[in-house]
């Protein structure tokens, strides 16, 4: 069982940059898969990137060489670097994990229907 809480949620203007963070509990954090997802206002929840356990990484066509995942598998943290934000980043933000199943590809984890621990999400709101 793993438990995640969201933090790093706020009001920025466009341009500017955020970080989230999320804090994991629970034992064997190391061998989980973590990622982001975001849900905006009437809109699916849909997936901003992801992290395997080996450190692989893979993220949406949307956040490319904007935003950035990382883990800290000490401090049971996964973090989201949010930079050059716009206003259609606007959304809350989940934190997401599961046992990372090293035959799957790294596609396997971009579905939110492969995660079955959740946050309770952070809101990020982007003016123009």
């Known amino acids: 069982q793993v438990q995640l809480v969201e933090s790093g949620g706020g009001l920025v203007q466009a341009g500017g940059s955020l970080r989230l963070s999320c804090a994991a509990s629970g034992r064997s954090f190391s061998t989980y898969a973590v990622a982001w997802f975001r849900q905006a206002p009437g809109k699916e929840r849909e997936f901003v990137a992801a992290m395997r356990i080996y450190g692989n990484t893979t993220s949406a066509d949307s956040v490319k060489g904007r935003f950035t995942i990382s883990r800290d598998n000490v401090k049971n943290t996964v973090s989201l670097q949010m930079n050059s934000l716009k206003p259609e980043d606007t959304a809350v933000y989940y934190c997401?994990?599961?046992?990372?199943?090293?035959?799957?590809?790294?596609?396997?984890?971009?579905?939110?229907?492969?995660?079955?621990?959740w946050g309770q999400g952070t809101q990020v709101t982007v003016s123009s």
């Open positions: 997401a994990a599961d046992a990372d199943r090293v035959l799957r590809g790294t596609d396997y984890y971009t579905l939110r229907g492969n995660y079955n621990y």
